[in-house]
């Protein structure tokens, strides 16, 4: 019975390749070895799973316990923040910017 081959052939341009092995001294490492570490992390992302997306609730809870804090900011951060609030229809109440009512 025949093992099967560990090796792969990789048929590359000129210039990549001369780029690739440049890359790979400049790390001390050989060309193979690189790439042979370059799958193994590809595979390694590919095997995780990327986190749930966040998704933002439609109002606040009533019964929620808010929590406070602060963020700061330079003037003209603050002025975006401001700008997008009114785009946005939110009205600042005692230094916070609260959601107007649709209407």
Not at 22 to 32: E, F, N, Q
Not at 33 to 52: G, V
Not at 62 to 75: A, Q, S
Not at 81 to 98: D, H, Y
């Amino acid at each position: 019975m025949e093992k099967p081959s560990l090796a792969m052939n990789v048929h590359l341009e000129a210039d990549l390749k001369a780029r690739w092995v440049a890359y790979c001294a400049g790390l001390g490492k050989t060309p193979g070895a690189a790439l042979k570490e370059t799958m193994e992390q590809q595979l390694e992302k590919a095997n995780k799973k990327p986190p749930p997306p966040f998704r933002q609730i439609p109002q606040a809870l009533d019964n929620e316990p808010k929590v406070r804090f602060e963020i700061l900011m330079t003037k003209s951060e603050k002025a975006v923040v401001e700008a997008r609030a009114n785009l946005k229809r939110c009205r600042n109440v005692g230094g916070s910017l609260m959601r107007s009512a649709p209407g």
